[in-house]
Each structure stands twice: as C-alpha cells, then as structure tokens.
C-alpha cells in the first residue's frame, strides 16, 4: 500500500483552494496579534479547518483507496474539532470569557470531539476505512460512513446553532453600530458552511444521494467573513487585563508597586520620561531610590496613612531624577492586599507636577499683571458676582465712589450704592446677564447715571456692564467699568444755568423794545415815508424772531433742567388741534396755502398738558407753512391706532434730505443750504417738541421726501 500514490483530480483543486485560502487568513489573524483571546480562538478554528482541507485535498488525489482512507482516518480531528472551538470563538467574542475558567464547561464542549475522534480512529463505528466498502464516485473516494456519524454531525450542528444562537442574541443587544454590523457578518458567514456543509457531507450522504461535499470550500466563506470583521473592524472585545497593563504601559503617570519592605517590584515605563531611569533600572531596588531627601516625609505622608487606613490621595512629594534633580509630583496610593487581607504591598501613582506648576506660575503672573492694571486705570472697575456681590473693585472706583474697600468688597451692591436714571432707581440685579451668554457681551450701558453711596454722596458716572461666557463656571456676574462725569455734569450744569439767565435778562428790555415799536407802527405810522415805515417793521419783524428766540432758550433750558412739569389732564383733543388750527389760518392766507384739518368727530379723551401739547402742534404746523410754497396745501389728521391717538401734519413743501433725518430733533440743528434760504430759525422747535411729546410717553417721528413734501407725526397714549 503506498500511500504517496497520486493521481491528478480536479475536484481536489477545489480542496487545494480552501487550504490556500485558509492559510493565508490565518496568516493574517496571527499577524494581527494573539493578544485579544477571541481572536486567538478564531485562529485556532482556522488551523483545524486548514487541517481538515488538507486532508480533504490528498484524499481526493490519492490513487488508491487505501491512500485515500489513510488520509481521511489522519485528517479526522480537523473537521471534529471545528465546533467545539468556533463556539469557544464566539464565547470570547461576546465578553464571556469567564466561561472558560470552569473546567466543566470546557470539557462538556470538548469532550464529544475526543470520543468521536477514538471512536473513528479505534473502532468503525463512525466510518468504515474497509477496501471493500470505499467507493470511488465522480469528486473521488468516499468513505463508508456508519450510522453513528449522524450523531456526530447532530453534536456538531448543535454546537454551531448554539454559536449561531449566542451571535444573534449578542447582536440583538448590541448598540452601537459597529458592533452590530460585524457581529451580523460573523453570524452570516458561519451560516453558510454549516447550512449548506450540514446537507452536502452529513445528511444528504447519509440518505444515499450522491452529492459533492461542499462544507471544505464553503469554509473559506465563513473564515473569509471573520478575518474580514476581525481586519476591518479592529473591535475585538479587549479582556480587562489586557486593556490595563496597556493602561499601565501607555499612562502619563509613573505607576509604582512596591512590597512592604519598599522594594520595588513594577514600574511602568513612564519612569523613563519623567525620572530618567529605564524600568530594569528600578525594578528590584529600594524605592529610596527615587524618593530620596524627601524620604522621612514620604513615609510620614503616604505610608503611614495607608497603615492607619486613611486615603492617601494628591500628596505633594518631591521625587528625584536620575541626575538628582527634584522633580515635584502628585503621589496617590494604596494598599495591595491578598485574599486573606493580608498586605503584600504597595501601589502609587505619581503625576509629573512640572506642567502644573509652570502653569500656576504664568497664571500668578497674569493674575499680577491684571492687578496691577486695574490698579493703575483711571476708569473705575467693579466686578460683582452672580448675587451681585461685590468681589472686586480697583481704586480709581473707590476714589470716584468716596468709598473705603472694606465697605464694599464682599457687599451686596445696592447696600453701598444706589443707582438712579433721572430719578428711576436701577436696581444692580438690572447690572447682570438674565441668561446664560453665547458670547462677552455688555448688558447695559447708561449715560450720566446717579449714584448716591450710603453715606449720601452723589457723584454722576457713565457705566458700562458686561458680561463674559464663563461667568457662570468662575462665579462672575458682571464687570462695571465707570467713568467720572461729575465734572461734565457741572459744566452742563453751568451752561444751562447761564443761558437760562442770559434769556431772562434779555426777556424784559425785549419786551419793552417790541412794545415802543408796536406803538409807533400804530401811532406814528402816518408821518413816516415808506422807506421809515419799511425799516420800522423790519426792526418789529427782528425783535420778534429775537424774542420767540428767547423764548425757545428759556424753554430749552427749562427742560433740561427737568424744571417743566406737566399739567395733565383729561381733554378734548378736536378742541384743542381745532384752535390751534385756526390761530394759524390768517398766516396761512398770507402765505396763500391751504390748511385743513381732518379729526374725526368722536375722538377719546387724551390725558395731557393741553398748553404744552398746543405748543408741539403749533411748532410743527409753524414748520410746515415756513417750508412750504405759495399754493401748497398742510393738512392736520388725528386718528387712533391701537392704544394710541395719532396726529399728522402733512405738507406739500420742500421735504428734507434723508441725510438730515437722525439729527432732525436734536438741539440747534437746522437743514443747511438752499433749504434755509425760506426762514430763519433757531433750530430749537423740533427740538422742544420732541422733549414735551417725551414727557407725555408718546413718541415723534418724520417721514419726508424731497420736493414732495413732509410728515411730522405724533403719539399720545391711550388710557386703558
Ligand atoms: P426751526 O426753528 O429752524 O424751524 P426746528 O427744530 O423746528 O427749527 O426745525 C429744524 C429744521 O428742520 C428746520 O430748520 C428745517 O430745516 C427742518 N424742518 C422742520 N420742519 C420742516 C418741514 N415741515 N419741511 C421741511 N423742513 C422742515
């Protein structure tokens, strides 16, 4: 009998290409490591099945059938054991690894294969290797297969349904992604060479059809899938030991063990970067070694406590590198006890301090810079908290506040302070964000604010308070920064009261110079020539824009001073545009323009001044019959909208420049150019205006184009 007695056939290619092709993934699962238990598993199921291939291959080559039969007998253990280990595969591959560390399960799935395997090698009750029996079909030689082979192929099947089971049950559990999709392509992978190989080389044979056994190439599918998942998704489930010492091995921190005689028995190799020495350096040596000088303290403030069972955690040490330079650390440690309790040594941790302590170096420094800075600026800075307590303030505020520091720092604000615009109190409340910011931002920002501290001191500020994003995490509410406008209030202040004066001094010899004029245009009138009788009126004409002039300064200086107060009360709107309206008609058809007035007859009664309001209107129907042409037409309108009483006057005139728009009520301001030419006034109507229609709560607004025309318009508010 030779069993070397080959003869070429092609279906033993077919074999041959499932031994190549489980080499190679075999050879790829090794050289991806075998750290990973899973993945060692796998491999060893692909070594068995290469096993089995071979086999395979030289039976289907063999010329004889005693060749045939020995090859057969020899390859057994390869397609015997492919199950017991697939599922051992799958057990580590679903974190079940504990499952091996009982040796009752690991005989109750291996044990079958060996007496499978002797029964097939010492006995024909699995198959029967006899001449006779062995026949030769169209793939090659087949063995006679007894009937107790098909408890064999139930063990075996059983054993891959049991793995298929665990698979889908794991990727029904399983959430991420990831995970699902490579347990999916194990779990299909493994499908195919057990359905099909189940049919092709146990039953289908065992039921006399002639078929060919296709489990052998079919394999190749199902190692194919799994290296594919294992290369591809890298994500084999890491056993917690492995996953620590490469925690161990890759940490920034030096991690220590050392035995109760402070002997070293591991160090990790962060030793080398933060000490110097290399980890055979340091292993069985005395942990003085590292410690040195600060050895009393060392063992005062870490062993000591760990004896006494106290925690010892973050304990500011001095390590000394292998040059002998001090290096400062952060030690942690703990006991390391065996199952009786008994304490077989030590374990530390110690966090390279350096990082930390230049940082806090440059944070001191920056936080002297600031300092210093705060203390040198003439604006005056206040920080408050969330609580608007006051945790910071420099002296340039303490100075402009007349206030000491210990009579703020650590105060709620508005005990030491109180703020007032015109004579609404803002609360410091006010001073802080009401949510949480994307961004730095300024919360409020008031000019000429007063502030009274508690000793009555009054003193004006612009302020500002801003806010920064972290706020929140560093306990900050607001940064007020202020400036001094004491000095600019006065001044203002100063202005005012002399125009004031300067107004009321002019008042009474105007009064009289306007009176002797009226008088000679009355009663002399008739011995002047028209050349003396033009001057006369020109002079009248001058001292009455002079004194509507004074008027206006007076006016002027009076709001200003928050002198004019108003007398409100309930009025009939109709009657008072109305009378205003025909006061201006005999200048209208001077002027030869039309003034109209459209109020609707029912109009609900307004709360107003009615001098002060009839001030407002007759300054902006005197504007629009001053800038408007011969033939033009103004037209007063009220009307109410929504909660409010809305007077226009409308004019056909000149218009204003859009560029002139913003600054059309503001003190003193007055279109320039050609626009001019028509009138001569003081720029203060508007101005006026805007302050009464201001103290009624109500607004004032324009809208105007060029050469058509213009609108002035005005609310009032409505009760209810
Ligand atoms: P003035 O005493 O100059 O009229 P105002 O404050 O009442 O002062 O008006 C400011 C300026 O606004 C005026 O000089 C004028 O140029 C412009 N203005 C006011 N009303 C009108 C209007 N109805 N049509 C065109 N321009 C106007």
């Avoid at 899938?225 to 890298?234: G, H």
């Amino acid at each position: 009998m030779n069993i070397f007695d080959f003869t070429f056939n092609p279906y033993g290619l077919i074999s041959l290409f499932a031994v190549v092709t489980n080499g190679i993934l075999l050879y790829l699962l090794v050289s991806q490591g075998l750290k990973v238990l899973a993945n060692r598993w796998f491999s060893i199921t692909v070594l068995f099945l290469i096993v089995w291939s071979v086999s395979e291959t030289l039976v289907r080559f063999s010329a004889n059938p005693a060749a045939a039969n020995f090859w057969y007998i020899l390859g057994m253990p390869g397609w015997m054991f492919v199950s017991p280990f697939f599922l051992s595969f799958v057990m580590s591959y679903i974190n079940k690894e504990s499952f091996f560390s009982k040796l009752s399960s690991l005989i109750i799935i291996f044990i079958p294969g060996f007496i499978f395997l002797f029964l097939g090698w010492h006995t024909k009750l699995l198959v029967d290797p006899s001449l006779s029996l062995t026949r030769l079909t169209f793939w090659g030689w087949d063995i006679y297969k007894e009937p107790l082979f098909n408890v064999f192929m139930l063990w075996l099947d059983s054993l891959f349904v049991m793995s298929m089971w665990l698979l889908f049950d794991y990727w029904r559990k399983a959430k991420d992604p990831i995970n699902k999709r490579r347990t999916l392509l194990i779990g299909l992978g493994v499908c195919f060479p057990i359905v099909i190989g189940s049919f092709t080389n146990g039953f289908l044979p065992a039921m006399h059809f002639e078929i060919l056994p296709a489990a052998v190439p079919l394999t190749t599918i199902m190692s194919g899938t799994v290296t594919y998942a294992i290369l591809k998704y890298k994500l084999f489930v890491i056993s917690p030991s492995t996953a620590a010492t490469n925690i161990v091995e890759t940490m920034d921190d030096i991690l220590v063990v050392f035995n109760p005689r402070y002997y070293i028995e591991f160090v990790n190799k962060a030793v080398e970067k933060i000490l110097g020495y290399k980890e055979e350096e340091l292993m069985g040596q005395p942990v003085q070694k590292i410690v040195t000088s600060d050895w009393a303290l060392f063992e005062k403030k870490t062993v000591k406590p760990l004896y006494e069972g106290k925690e010892v955690n973050n304990v500011e040490l001095n390590f000394q590198n292998k040059e002998g330079k001090t290096i400062p650390v952060s030690f942690s440690s703990s006991l390391l006890r065996d199952e009786k309790g008994e304490i077989f040594g030590l374990v530390g941790v110690a966090t390279d301090m350096r990082k930390v302590r230049d940082l806090l170096m440059s944070i001191t420094a920056e936080r002297n810079k600031v300092t210093t800075m705060m203390n040198s600026i003439a604006d005056g800075i206040i920080a408050l908290d969330r609580e608007t307590k006051v945790i910071m303030i420099n002296p340039a505020a303490l100075s402009m506040l007349h206030l000491k520091e210990s009579e703020v720092l650590g105060k709620q604000l508005n005990t030491c302070l109180m703020f007032y615009q015109d004579e609404e109190k803002i609360s410091a409340k006010e001073l802080l964000p009401t949510k949480k910011l994307e961004s730095d931002k300024i919360v409020v920002q008031k000019k000429g604010i007063r502030v009274v501290n508690q000793k009555g001191v009054e003193v004006y500020l612009d302020l500002t308070s801003s806010a920064i994003k972290e706020g929140e995490q560093v306990g900050l509410g607001a940064i007020i920064s202020l400036t001094d406008v004491s000095k600019e209030k006065q001044l203002e202040e100063m202005k005012i009261d002399f125009v004031s004066m300067a107004a009321h001094e002019l008042r009474t010899p105007l009064t009289a110079v306007r009176g002797y004029l009226s008088v000679l245009q009355e009663e002399v009138v008739d011995e002047l020539s028209s050349e003396q009788k033009s001057f006369l009126d020109k002079a009248f004409i001058s001292s009455s824009q002079l004194a509507s002039l004074v008027e206006n300064l007076l006016s002027v200086s009076r709001i200003e001073r928050g002198a004019v107060k108003l007398q409100v009360e309930p009025s009939d709107w109709t009657k008072i545009t109305t009378d205003v309206v025909k006061n201006f008609q005999p200048l209208a058809r001077e002027k030869n323009i039309k003034l109209e007035l459209s109020v609707p007859k029912k109009l609900p009664t307004v709360s107003v001044d009615p001098f002060r309001i009839s001030e407002v209107l007759s300054n902006l129907i005197a504007n629009a019959l001053a800038y408007t042409k011969s033939g033009g037409t103004v037209n007063v309108k009220s009307e109410t909208v929504k909660n409010e009483l809305v007077t226009h006057v409308e004019d056909t005139g000149q218009g204003i420049p859009e560029s002139a728009l913003p600054r059309l009520f503001t003190k003193f301001f007055r279109v320039s150019g050609v626009l001019e030419q028509g009138s001569k006034g003081t720029g203060l109507g508007l101005y006026i205006s805007k302050a009464i229609v201001d103290m009624h709560k109500g607004r004032i607004w324009v809208k105007s184009i060029i050469g058509k025309g213009s609108t002035f318009s005005f609310s009032l508010p409505l009760e209810g």
